[in-house]
């Protein structure tokens, strides 16, 4: 079993930065993949980018490509989500998820895992 905890979430202005972390707890963390995924109110959860288990590869949504990067500590195991040039659209409760494969590792269905999520809301 594997324990998520987001945090860092909150409110910020268009164009603004946020950082995100996820902590991992319980079950050995280095053979996960990371996920992050965001759902806002009244849509499907959206993949964001996953990093996998040694961090030499990531895969990123077209909508985050050269605003977010996702980074990973294994020795805290903790995975990170720099968030830059937040746009209104990204408000959205995000959330931390582990996958034990990388197949098919954009599809929420492939991860075993996950946060409780938290907030990141940008104003205009």
């Known amino acids: 079993q594997v324990q998520l905890e987001e945090s860092g979430g909150g409110l910020v202005q268009a164009g603004g930065s946020l950082r995100l972390s996820c902590a991992a707890s319980g079950r050995t963390f280095r053979p996960y993949a990371m996920g992050w995924f965001r759902q806002a109110p009244g849509k499907e959860r959206e993949f964001v980018v996953a990093i996998n288990w040694t961090g030499g590869s990531t895969y990123y949504a077209d909508s985050v490509k050269g605003r977010f990067t996702i980074s990973r500590d294994n020795a805290k195991n903790t995975v990170y989500l720099q968030m830059n040039s937040l746009k209104p659209e990204d408000t959205s409760i995000y959330y931390c998820?582990?996958?034990?494969?990388?197949?098919?590792?954009?599809?929420?269905?492939?991860?075993?895992?996950w946060g409780q999520g938290t907030q990141v809301s940008v104003s205009s």
């Open positions: 998820a582990a996958a034990a494969s990388w197949i098919q590792i954009g599809d929420s269905a492939s991860y075993d895992y």
